[in-house]
Every structure is written in C-alpha cells, then in structure tokens.
C-alpha cells in the first residue's frame, strides 16, 4: 500500500458535523478497515456493484465510487456515505467553507476522530471484484448457436441405391414404355386397368387373332399328347398337369406325379424340348390367358436358342418373398435393362402354373451359371436377386467377388439382417454407416462375431465403436465387458470403470466386482468402500447389487474370493431381516465362491424367511386408495423421472432442471432450460426439451457427470419420452424418424415419409409405437414394433362410430366412452379385443367439469374434475377393474411411467411415486 495514499489528518481542522445524514443523495462508500476485514468489504463492493463502478484499496479502507447517484438513507448505507461537492471531491459529511478551505487537495475526505485526511485515488489500488467470486462450482456451458436450428438432420444415409446406380453405366437406364408397363400393371392389380375400367374391357381380353388362334390349338395338341404319353417329354419337363391358383407359388414339386431323375449326360433332343414348351405355354393359357401364355412361350424359346441377353430383358421373377398386387392382366413387356428391383416392393403376380415355374426356375439357373463360367458377374446377380429371388445367395456371390460394397448396397435396400448389413459396410470401408446402423438396432455384437471370424481388424474398429455406444448410452460397466478383449482398448475401459464408480451406490458397488474380475491388484485401494459395504448398518441395496453380480461371475481369483468372504455375512443378515431378494441357490454360488472355511462353519443352514406378500399394482385384487397433498409446490413443475435411490430429476422451465431428493429438496442443478425429458434406460442419460416456437432446443444430460452437450434444435412434432441412449423416436416434419441423440450431428438412424398425411397423435410404448395418420378420407393407424428391429406390425383404417378412440400398445386404438349416470356416478366403457366392458367410477364432490383418459403399459388412468378438486383411477381393462383410487387437487395432470412404477405430478409441484411391486406410494412437494 503507498504510504503517501493518506495525508497526514489536518490538527487544527475541528469538524462540528463528521459524517451525511438521514434520507441523501450519495456517490460512493467508505469502507472502514478498522471495522470490516478485507473479506468484508469485497463482500460489501459485491453486493452494492453495478456496470460502471469504481472500486480503490487504501491502508485504512477501501472506497466505492457509484455508477451514478443513488438515493439512500445514510444511517443504513452499509458504509460511510460519500457525496460530490462541487468539483472538490467526495466528502464524508456536510463541512463548512471554513473547514473546506484547511483540507489539502484529495479526490476523496474523511473524517476520522474529528481531524479532516484526505485520499488520492492515483496512490491507491485499483479493485477487481470479480476476481474475488468464486466459481469453481459452477458449469460453463457455451452459449447457444441459434443456426444450428436451421440444419435439420439428413434422411437416407441407411437407404440403399438401386442397381443401376450400383452398376453403374453397365446398366441403361429403363425406356417410357416400360414404366408405363409398370404403372398399369399395378392398377390392375386389383382387376381394374389404369383409366378405372375393368378389366374385361382392356386390351388383354380383346379377341385372338387367327395365328393367336393357330397357335394355341398346337400347344394344346402338345399338352394332349404329353397328358397320354408321358414319355415323350423326355424328363425335360413334368408331364403332370399345370397346377391352378391353389397351388400356386410353392415351387415344389411337379403338380401330377414325381418325376424320373434324367440322365445329365444326355441331351433331350430338340423336339421333345419344343413339345414340351408348346405344352407348358398350353397350360399356362388356360391360367393366364393366351397373350401371357405366348409371352412365356416366346421367353422359353429365347433361353433355347441361348440368346441370354435378350431373354434375361423379357424373364419373369419367380419364387418371389413379396407380397402380390394380384393377378396380372396385360403381358410383360421387355426389359430396358437388366435392373434389379429396389426393395421388398409387391408387384404384379402372374400365375401360370408350377410346371411353368419349374421349367422357368431350371432355365434361369443354367443361365446363372453360364453367365458365371463367362465372368459376366453383373448379370449372374440379377438373375440370382431379381429372377430366382435368391438374395442371399446374390450377396454370397458378391462377397465371393470381393464387391462388398456391391453388397451393402443391396442389403440395405432389401433391409436384410443388421449383422449382415454391418459386416458387408465394414467390408466396404465404409466404417461410419456401419457403425449407424449397429447403433440404430443395436447390433454389435453379433456383428463383432461375424467379423472375428476372417477379419480381426475390422473386429477390432466395430468393437471400439461398440464400447463407445454402451458407454454413451450410460452403460460403462458393459462398455468395459465389450472392449476388454482388446488389450489396445483396455486403458479407455479403465476409465469407463471410474465413470461408473461415480455414478450411484448401486453402480459403483457392481463396479467394484468388475473391477476384482478385470483388475484384481487394485481392489485394495477400495478396501475403505468395500467395509462400509459389508457393513450390515449401511444401506442394503447398494450390497445387494453387488451380491447379485457376485453370484454370476464365471470365473474366481483371490480377489473376488475375498470379496464375496467380506460381504456374504451381510448379505444373509439383510436376507434374515427380509432386506434383499437373494434367493438360497445364489447364496450358495456366494458361498462357494468366498471358498472360506471359517465362514462356512460359522454360517448356518440356509433358513430363508419368507418376503412379507407384495401387493402388485396391476395384479392385486381391490383398489388402492391414495391422496395428493393439497398445499402446492413452492416451484412450479414441468417434468420429473425417477432416478434411483429417492431421487428425481425435475424440469423447471427456464429455471432449468434439479436432481431432488424424495423430500423435494435440490440436490444438485443443471443450467439448462427443460420443459420436458427424455430418459434413458440406464437411468444416466436424460434429454432436456425446451420449445422455442417451431423448433425444440435439446441439450443431453450426463447425469452422474454432471455434463450438459447441447444438440442443437429442430421440429418436433411428437416425441418418445423413452431411449435406449442413442435411438430416439420422433415425429418432425410429417416424418417417423429415429435420430441418433448422442451426437449433435442428429444423425437419421431410420425414417418412414409419405404417410399420406400429417401425424395427428402418437404414443410410444417400451416396445410399440403408434402413430395416427389424417389422410385425405381416413384416419390410419400406423403401428411399428421397435425391438429387436423395428417392423411395421399393422396399418389399419379407423371406423368412425362416435366413440373416442385412445391409442393403447395392447389393443392400437382403444376405444372407449365416458358419461354420468343419473346417481352421479361415472361410467367408463370400452372395447378390449372384441368384448365390451364397463366400469363404475366414483367421481370427485361436486358437479363433474371435466374428464380424460391418459394410456399406460398395462392399463390406463382416467381423471376425473369436479368443482374443487379431482379423482384419478388407475384401471386394468382386461380384468375391468380399478387398481387405485387417487384423490388429487385441480391441477393440470401428467403421469410418466418408469420400470419401477408410475408417476403422477402437476404444474403446482405435487408428485406422487406409486412402485408397481409393491403399490408403494410416496409423495413430496418441490421445496
């Protein structure tokens, strides 16, 4: 501090009135080091500070300047009150001109003991007060870049491309004249041509001409004399007849009779081959009509006279997987190009009879195979994929070649098995998409085994990648299992085992087996934990956890032979006391596993008493009877989901989000705005929503962590409030898509577009999702199944009758009708399968003023408002009772179901926990 920042107190200076008083105009603050210390006074500087003051340091006190004049009453100021006289400084009362005229030149004056001192801010030290705040405990979280709204996530990176683009310039592209084939044949699928008219009044039904006519008199002479004379055909082609539309499409075999194995090393003569193609086109007439029946003639006699360019242009497909659009009514036209059919699309079907198709069946494959001896490889996969329907054997093919990315191709456009899929990208160092579509079904593993098998170094990448995704989805202990066959990788799994020691009792107790597995010489460092585990007064879920990974492990060492011998004592202490769950045959793995003799003679017989009964909430007969607490929050709730351990995660809008404990007192923050969350399995990720007009900001929590990613924004529509941790359904811009939500890129795992309309309500269920569609007539109901791979169950019109309908994962649409009888109480009816229920429900006191009904997993929770307050029921529609009765305030309502329960809280801060094992209910208000 400078000795000259202070005169020397002027002696002969006798101040009569030292110091401001009562209700004053001030400028600044003198803060007295002989009362306040320096913490005090930075705390006083905090407090007072606004943009634009100034704050100095002297020997005996610090002073601070104001940004502009405030008004305040001197006795309360918090300091001395300081006051700009003229130009002359600030002064700590109201002198004279006398005693103005003895002060010596200052920017600031006091007065100290009666004897005027006058300070100089250019001999003082400047202050910096926000150096002194603290915010080591705080997260810093970058600020929010509104553009990134604006990029919304690319569709069809999974979507294969069709043939032509995989062949490249080797395949023309189709004439007009074919995709109008096309066209019209698929509007006649349903026996109507393109225009509408029926199909007897197109051009397939006109009349024969004469050589049509002569034609088929001569095939059908063929097919006389092969019906009388078997032998003649030679065994070139069965002589049974033709087969009809009931049995046909087996492709099995003959129709009539068995069929005599030829000898391959004799070559029918060529008549024989003529009469039996003039045979076969006989029968197929009679099916198909004479035009198709010429058609497949003339393909017959293409595939004879060896000119496979020109057949496999005009060959029909056969033994196809997919559905038919019905029979085909005009006749196949050529072939543009040798272009294989995108997708599992439906098409035409032209029925002409299993001796056409096994005749067809043979000719295709001996042009498979020629084209092969002749290395036409591009030619050989079309007849395999698009004539003979052998997908798998085309992308065996392929592999065989060495064209996998041929193959991955054609595999994501068949929508073949994940695995498959999987291995043939990575085979075609295409790594990232490979890696999309193992997260999108979660299919590592068995594509990890696919590759181990031939390829190590492609093993080696997909099981990194399969770590990572575990670990994103908070799933570190699993991540460290996946990775640890690679020694590379087994320095990150060690960090994957810290992450999971910090997250949780339960998790850090199973981290500890894992760790006595993997890393057996570090567990001494945990022996602190480990005792507070075999403790039989700490906490029983944390132990029981660990005493069910211990029962499971494989193999044994030192260190899990020491571990389970340190908490097996506990264990069956926690059981006697009805603590735990363990059964007796894993207790018995425990003991063996401990392999202490001392403590298999101190352990006595296994007596295990029995659990007290549980009441199941969707199980138990009789309702439940419950109650709200009428006093509200002292915040207003948009979201909560259980985490655990009697903590909740709770969305406060545009205050953020807060772990709570089961009394509702914050645990810990997170600054982030959240109106809604999406949750992961694992309980360790969570999605915080928040609507910004037409878009949704979303930010991923790491919840043990304590880390917030923001990833960015887009429209959302509908969303599940559910996720693995990486696959999150939606609906965005009239589109199902499921996006990656670990990575701020918002990568499209799957979508389905073209609905015929907007999406008007969708519900997700842990195994179904379903969505309603507004079409141009109709409402349709889209139901897809999401696990192990997401299919298309159902997609079904919706029968107007004047009754709600409410989406259910059990039935699609539930529906159902809410009215009051004359004694006041409330009917509920509804439709389960094909039987019709009723319910009788009390409704709450008071005129009824509204109602409504909300779905869940195994039932469905009608509320009911009255005047004051409102009355919720928790029903079970196929036992067509109520399993709980929940008297609740008028509030607005919402529920989140959870794998241990159902949660029931409003916008007023009341929360209600009900677990389903044991109808347990627990309540708190947001404190």
């Known amino acids: 501090m400078p000795e000259a920042a202070m005169t020397e107190p002027t002696a002969r200076a006798n101040v009569r009135y030292p110091i401001w008083r009562g209700r004053q105009t001030v400028d600044g603050l003198w803060l007295a080091a002989d009362w306040l210390s320096p913490e005090q006074r930075s705390e006083r500087i905090l407090h007072e500070w606004m943009p634009g003051c100034r704050a100095w340091r002297f020997e005996h006190g610090d002073v601070l300047c104001f940004e502009a004049p405030r008004m305040l009453q001197c006795e309360f100021a918090g300091g001395t009150p300081l006051r700009q006289v003229g130009a002359q400084g600030l002064y700590a009362g109201p002198l004279t001109a006398e005693e103005r005229a003895t002060l010596e030149a200052g920017d600031v004056h006091l007065v100290i003991g009666g004897q005027l001192q006058a300070l100089q801010f250019a001999k003082a030290q400047a202050l910096d007060p926000s150096l002194v705040i603290d915010i080591d405990d705080y997260a810093l979280h970058d600020t929010y870049d509104g553009r990134r709204s604006l990029a919304l996530p690319k569709a069809g990176r999974l979507t294969g491309k069709p043939l032509r683009d995989v062949l490249g310039d080797k395949i023309p592209p189709p004439s007009q004249e074919r995709e109008a084939f096309l066209r019209d044949a698929a509007a006649r699928g349903a026996g109507r041509d393109a225009s509408g008219k029926s199909v007897g009044e197109g051009f397939s039904s006109a009349k024969p001409s004469l050589r049509e006519r002569a034609v088929g008199t001569r095939d059908r002479m063929a097919d006389w004399l092969l019906q009388r004379f078997p032998g003649l055909s030679g065994g070139g ?88 659009l019905g029979q085909a009514f005009s006749a196949p036209g050529r072939r543009d190009s040798l272009r294989l059919s995108q997708g599992n699309g439906a098409a035409p079907s032209i029925d002409f009879g299993d001796s056409a198709r096994d005749r067809l069946r043979k000719l295709y494959r001996n042009a498979f195979e020629q084209l092969d001896r002749q290395g036409k490889i591009d030619e050989a996969v079309f007849v395999l994929a698009e004539l003979l329907s052998a997908r798998n054997e085309a992308l065996d093919y392929l592999v065989k070649h060495e064209r996998f990315a041929q193959a991955a191709e054609l595999a994501l456009s068949w929508d073949m098995a994940p695995d498959l899929i999987i291995r043939l990208l990575m085979l075609a160092g295409d790594r990232e998409r490979a890696v999309l579509v193992a997260r999108r079904d979660n299919a590592f593993a068995a594509a990890v085994a696919l590759l181990e098998n031939g390829h190590p170094q492609q093993a080696r990448q997909l099981r990194g990648e399969w770590g990572q995704a575990l670990a994103e989805q908070g ?234 990613t923001d990833l960015g924004a887009m429209p959302l529509q509908f969303f599940a409030d559910r996720f693995d941790g990486i696959a999150w359904s939606v609906v965005s811009g009239e589109r199902i898509m499921v996006v990656d939500a670990a990575r701020a890129s918002l990568d499209v795992l799957w979508s389905v577009g073209d609905l015929g309309g907007p999406v008007i309500a969708a519900e997700f269920f842990p195994i179904e999702e379903s969505f309603l569609v507004r079409g141009d007539r109709e409402q349709v109901l889209w ?86 307050a409102m009355r919720l029921h928790l029903v079970r529609p196929l036992h067509a009772d109520v399993a709980a009765s929940i008297d609740w305030p008028s509030a607005a309502l919402r529920t989140r179901e959870y794998e241990g329960g159902v949660l029931l809280f409003d916008h007023q801060g009341r929360v209600m926990d009900i677990a389903s094992d044991t109808s347990k209910v627990r309540t708190f208000t947001l404190l």
């Not at 570090?522 to 944390?542: F, G, K, M, N, W």
């Open 237 to 324: 082609a069965p002589a049974g007849g033709g087969g009809g539309a009931a049995n046909s499409g087996r492709g099995v075999g003959t129709g009539g009779g068995s069929v005599r194995p030829r000898n391959p090393s004799i070559v029918p003569q060529r008549w024989r081959d003529m009469l039996v193609r003039f045979a076969i086109a006989s029968r197929a007439s009679r099916l198909i009509g004479m035009r198709h029946g010429a058609y497949l003639r003339r393909l017959m006699e293409q595939f004879d006279r060896g000119d496979l360019n020109e057949a496999l242009r005009n060959a029909l497909p056969i033994d196809g997987s997919g559905d038919s």
């Open 475 to 708: 799933l570190w202990l699993a991540a460290v299992d996946a990775v640890w066959p690679d020694p590379q990788a087994r320095e990150q799994a060690g960090r994957w085992l810290l992450a999971a020691e910090a997250a949780g009792a339960e998790l850090s107790a199973r981290a500890l087996v894992q760790r006595a597995s993997l890393l057996p010489d570090t567990v001494h460092h945990y022996a602190e934990r480990i005792a507070r585990l075999a403790d039989p007064a700490s906490p029983a879920a944390p132990r029981e956890a660990l005493g069910r990974d211990l029962a499971e492990v494989k193999q044994t060492n030192p260190a899990l032979r020491a571990l389970a011998a340190q908490v097996l004592p506990a264990l069956a202490a926690d059981r006697a006391a009805c603590a735990n769950d363990i059964e007796r045959v894993q207790f018995e793995r425990l003991r063996k596993l401990a392999d202490d003799p001392w403590l298999n003679a101190d352990l006595p017989g296994w007596s295990l008493p029995t659990p007290p009964g549980r009441r199941r909430l969707w199980e138990t007969t009789g309702a439940l009877n419950a109650s709200a607490p009428d006093a509200p929050g002292l915040q207003s709730l948009h979201d909560v989901a259980a985490l655990g351990d009697g903590r909740y995660l709770v969305a406060l809008g545009e205050a953020g989000a807060a772990v709570v404990d089961r009394g509702g007192r914050r645990v810990r923050s997170y600054a982030v705005p959240a109106y809604r969350f999406v949750m992961s399995h694992s309980g360790q990720i969570a999605l915080a929503i928040a609507r910004r007009d037409s878009v949704s900001r979303i930010a991923r929590l790491d919840l043990p962590h304590h880390d917030i």
């Open 783 to 868: 139901r897809y199944r999401n696990a192990p791979q997401r299919r298309l169950l159902s997609r079904d019109p919706i029968v107007e009758d004047g009754r709600f309908r409410q989406l259910h994962p059990a039935m699609g649409v539930l529906p159902l009708q809410l009215t009051q009888d004359d004694d006041g109480a409330v009917r509920f009816a509804y439709t389960w399968g094909t039987r019709d229920f009723q319910i009788r429900l009390s409704p709450p006191s008071g005129e009824l003023s509204g109602h409504g009904v909300i779905p869940l997993t195994q039932g469905c929770l009608v509320w009911l408002r009255g005047d004051r």
